[in-house]
């Protein structure tokens, strides 16, 4: 498969090797992650062919097509029991930080490579205060070339608009497995619009994305903050009591968050550490 610029395709690779057997053991757990039900007797079908990687299985290697294009090409099969997912994000002025983007991109890449690499059907949006992408459901390298072309492509704006994920739902045709990425820092914890994706999904998982600056304000004096929708600018001093009231005041509004996600059953995650964006995957997928 093609790789998006921020994502180097060796990691990727390594970790959809990894990332495949949390993945269908999610499914069997069913906190959110099923795989559709396929019918008795149901096996592999040919998906399409990519460049071998060193480590993989050699008995699934395509030795005709490796001497016909002069290179060692892998047969990729997809199980009949594979369902379709729909890959949500947020693209609205509240994530236009430079590596808060980033992160997202990154996340959302590989969690595309990972399910079209294990045979799942899956379609992209990008959100705000409107659905600004979209791209329909596809499977094998194309597919995954097409969400990472995407998302090369799009830039937060700088301010105004909103972030409404309960647009996408009216788009989840035949009610999918549904991926949202966000920072869910609206002041209703975006209840409503989780309840319309669950409405219209067969499963919702959900993972937080936040900026440094706002998982943790450690720098006491003088800022000069932007409301991003709006584009008001505010002068604050912060001293010790001001950080500590802040970062209280996120841990209310994610404790609230944290209760939302649990009563609509839906598989949440929200990473505080530095980590990778394999760890922050592999973490979610793991976490029970």
Known sequence: MA???????????????????????????????????????????????????????????????????????????????????????????????????????ELAVALAYLLLHVGHRVSFIVFAERIVARIAAGRGQRQFAAISHELQNYLPPASGGGSLPGLCAPLLHGRQDVFLLSDFLRADLMREDLLQLCAHSKSLAALQVLARDEVVLARRGSSLLTDTESGERLRLDLDSR???????????????????????????????????????????????
């Open 3 to 105: 790789t998006h610029a921020m994502v180097d395709e060796v990691r990727l690779r390594r970790f959809a090797r990894l990332a495949a057997p949390l993945l269908r053991s999610s499914t069997q757990q069913g906190f959110g992650l099923q795989v559709a039900q396929g019918k008795a007797g149901t096996g592999l079908e040919f998906l399409d062919l990519r460049a071998y990687a060193t480590g993989e299985d050699a008995r699934h290697i395509d030795w005709r097509q490796s001497q016909l294009r002069n290179q060692l090409l892998m047969r990729s099969y997809r199980d009949e029991t594979a369902s379709d997912w729909t890959i949500c994000v947020d693209g609205s002025a509240s994530m236009q930080d430079e590596q808060k983007w980033q992160r997202v991109c």
């Open 242 to 288: 001001a950080v500590q009231s802040a970062s209280a005041a996120l841990a209310a509004h994610n404790a609230a968050l944290q209760r939302v996600m649990q009563s609509l059953n839906i598989h949440f995650s929200a990473p505080r550490s530095g980590g990778s964006w394999e760890q922050t995957l592999m973490a979610h997928f793991g976490h029970r």
